[in-house]
């Protein structure tokens, strides 16, 4: 079968699915709502200089939608080893790398598409909400913003592409969403349990979550433990040894 042809069988796969199509849906809705709350929970008084980095505040959302994400990725290749399906993809398509490259761009493809959605909604409830509760009005061409929003959707992405190798890797989705949850919600969870300033700041320079979500900052970046596009970096540095571990797995065992 022809990587083109493979392509669209995995697309194919997914769209013919109600559950993607939810859970894609659900990102969007969740990132939105939560980013909204998060807003509309702040208020800067009148005459009051309140140093709260707004466009941050208003992609809050991406700490939940990210959750939906790894969810959906795991899903991607978990649910075909669950129900044995994996031996039918695996036969039609015998270059096993290819399976997980297809899985890995289509899936990609899809989290980018709904990514922006769920980042502009995030943004667009911000410039609503914001103004009202005492906050300037920060442009929406601000060259931070871009790319505050432009790396928090690559940042879901990379996230699904995590998920999809550690999913690769344990072929059970409980597991794998396990996995990938802790290693997003415990770094910060034990940086900040840790009591030495210098282990602190290393455990957030290495967290996937707490590294990659230093691209959404746009003030004081000098107090950041890494910089925005750095974390970016560490975060496709996790997702890479996901893909490659999963991707040599996939090869060497059988299905």
Not at 48 to 58: E, V, W
Not at 105 to 132: D, E, F, K, Q, T
Not at 199 to 222: F, K, N, Y
Request: glycine residues 10%; aromatic residues 4%; positive net charge.
């Amino acid at each position: 079968m022809s990587l083109a042809a493979a392509l669209h069988a995995e697309w194919t796969k997914l769209r013919t699915v109600a559950g993607p199509a939810w859970l894609l849906a659900a990102l969007v809705a969740l990132t939105t709502a939560v980013s909204a709350l998060a807003i509309a929970g702040n208020r800067c008084p009148p005459g009051t200089a309140c140093a709260i980095d707004t466009t941050k505040l208003s992609l809050t959302g991406v700490q939940l939608g990210q959750a939906v994400v790894a969810v959906l990725a795991v899903l991607v290749i978990g649910n075909e080893y669950s129900t044995g399906m994996i031996r039918v993809t695996l036969a039609a398509i015998p270059r096993r790398t290819v399976v997980l490259t297809v899985k890995a761009a289509v899936l990609s493809s899809l989290v980018l598409a709904a990514g922006v959605l769920a980042v502009a909604g995030s943004l667009l409830a911000g410039w609503l909400i914001l103004p009202g509760h005492g906050f300037p009005l920060v442009s929406p061409d601000s060259p931070s913003v871009l790319r505050a929003a432009a790396g928090s959707v690559l940042y879901l992405a990379l996230i699904a592409l995590l998920s999809l190798g550690t999913a690769t890797i344990v072929r059970e989705s409980a597991a794998a969403v396990g996995i990938v949850l802790g290693l997003l919600y415990l770094f910060p969870i034990v940086a900040n349990v840790v009591g030495n300033a210098q282990w602190h700041r290393h455990l957030e320079q290495i967290g996937p979550m707490t590294a990659g979500l230093a691209v959404q900052a746009t003030t004081d970046l000098r107090s950041l433990p890494i910089s925005p596009w750095a974390g970016l970096g560490v975060l496709a540095a996790w997702a890479a040894v996901a893909l490659l571990a999963g991707g040599l797995l996939l090869r060497l065992r059988d299905a």
